[in-house]
Nanobody
């Protein structure tokens, strides 16, 4: 079982930036594709960014241009940089991991992910 621990959330103002981090408890971190999802109250969980084993990335259209996902395999960490935060970015952000067969795969379906963190809360005030 892979344990994922998110950090970096908090209360910020609109226009601020935030960096979320997720650390995985596995020595085989580079075998995993990683995703960042978010869920706001009353809404479904949605994928905002994902990164493949070899560094390919995916961004949801709603956040494209403001988010950057990256990974550091030496530190077993994936980070999500969010710039120009908006009140609608307020949500619980979850890190997730999956071992796809293809190293270039970037799963976008949340059901594809096998391991999930507990989430970190981001609240953006206007």
């Amino acid at each position: 079982q892979v344990r994922l621990v998110e950090s970096g959330g908090g209360l910020v103002q609109a226009g601020d930036s935030l960096r979320l981090s997720c650390t995985a408890s596995t020595p085989f971190f580079d075998n995993y594709a990683m995703g960042w999802f978010r869920q706001a109250p009353g809404k479904e969980r949605e994928l905002v960014a994902a990164i493949s084993q070899i560094g390919g990335t995916y961004y949801a259209d709603s956040v494209k241009g403001r988010l950057t996902i990256s990974r550091d395999n030496a530190k077993n960490t994936v980070t999500l940089q969010i710039n120009n935060l908006k009140p609608e970015d307020s949500a619980t952000y979850y890190c997730a991991a999956v071992q796809p067969i293809k190293r270039s795969a970037i799963p976008q379906d949340q059901d594809a992910y096998d391991h999930w963190g507990q989430g970190t809360q981001v609240t953006v005030s206007s």
